[in-house]
């Protein structure tokens, strides 16, 4: 059984959907806390994801779908600001998915700590490191050196999964997984497989105090970089892998919890891309849709790939995005509800 400390998962973790209105000060609450991460996507129409988050400001947003760096946002434009139970977001401007007019839009919320502080652990100190070390998320903003160097993440655990973006400027998603390794990378703007390279990560598996880099897509020099850093926490949060059946009756990823949030990704060989499924936009088992966060398209609708199940997922197609045949997945999940404990999960 998956005992949790976290007997409200939606504390750190939240999904919310709302309706563009295309004005300015349209107050979304309801979060439940006050995020200090909110990744937009538009499910109506094509339009770039939109990302932002407490560390580089309410100013700042960067797209999973491509590999441009920091989009500064006017002011009275788009994002406007975190708020104690959601946030407010502006006529759109740059990215429609902040609050394009009648669009249905998701947001996924995290809660860490602020803006947070400079974390000094590693050879190179961040300018900020802002870190919930219950839910076991950091977030953090660095300069790259060009040479071999450690970032210090302040999670107390060891990250299993590790998302950074080169933000000065033009240059794609770096992903790394324990489950492939610290000598791969994936990409999060493209539907690459998994990819070698020993300077990525240095070739050296996160601690609880550090991660390495020595590349330019993690380290270059003078350059800045935004990191987000995943250690599992039971009942909560599961990292790992999965090998598909390319049956129907598809591969079972237990997880001890129902899902809120699944984020999934074929890394052994180049296939459709990311999917995100969650537990609230439209769609129950047998028919959820999905988002890719590598491209800008709309919702997907037509077919189903995994059902969201009281204690963790399984793959309900033969489509290679989610269960080929003998194929490697690598997946993040996050905790609706824990199995057991004062809000025992249901299936939907």
């Keep these: 059984m998956a005992y949790t400390t976290i007997k409200k998962p939606s504390d750190y973790f939240n999904t919310k959907l709302f309706t563009g209105t295309g004005s300015d000060n349209n107050a979304i609450t309801g979060v439940g806390f006050q995020p200090d991460w909110i990744w937009f996507k538009n499910r109506s129409t094509a339009n770039d994801h939109a990302i932002v988050d407490a560390v580089r400001g309410a100013n700042k947003a960067i797209s999973s779908n491509n590999n441009s760096g920091n989009i500064t946002l ?16 502006d006529t759109p401007n740059q990215l ?34 802002s870190v919930n070390t219950t839910a076991g998320l950091s977030i953090s903003s660095y300069t790259g050196t060009g040479n071999a160097a450690t970032i210090g993440h302040g999670l107390g655990a060891v990250p299993k999964m590790i998302i950074i973006k080169r933000t000065s400027d033009s240059d794609s998603w770096t992903v790394g997984h324990n489950s492939m390794g610290w ?47 995943f250690a599992e926490k039971t009942g909560y949060s599961k990292i790992g892998s999965y090998t598909g059946n390319g049956n129907a009756d598809g591969t079972f990823v237990y997880t001890g919890f129902k899902p809120a949030f699944v984020l999934v990704k074929q890394s052994s060989a180049a296939g459709e891309g990311w999917i995100i499924h969650d537990s609230k936009r439209s769609g129950y088992n047998g028919d959820n849709d999905f988002l890719y966060t590598n491209t800008a398209g709309a919702e997907v609708t037509s077919s189903n790939h995994i059902d969201i199940l009281s204690n963790g997922f399984k793959a309900r197609s033969t489509n290679g995005v989610v269960n080929g045949s003998g194929t490697t997945y690598i997946y993040i999940a996050i905790a609706e509800e824990p199995l057991i404990g004062d809000n025992p999960a249901t299936a939907r």
């Design 74 to 89: 006017n002011a009275g434009q788009d994002f406007d600001s975190f708020d104690s139970d959601g946030f407010t977001v």
């Design 96 to 129: 429609m998915s902040f609050n394009r007019s009648g669009d249905n839009i998701v947001t996924w919320n995290w809660k860490a700590n602020g803006q947070g502080s400079s974390n000094t652990d590693g050879s190179t100190n961040t300018i900020y490191t």
């Design 183 to 229: 000598g791969k990378y994936l990409r999060l703007d493209n539907n690459s497989a998994e990819a070698s390279n020993t300077s990525t990560w240095n070739n050296t598996a996160p601690t609880s105090s550090v991660f390495s880099v020595n590349h330019a897509d993690t380290n270059d020099n003078n350059r800045t970089f935004i990191s987000y850093c």
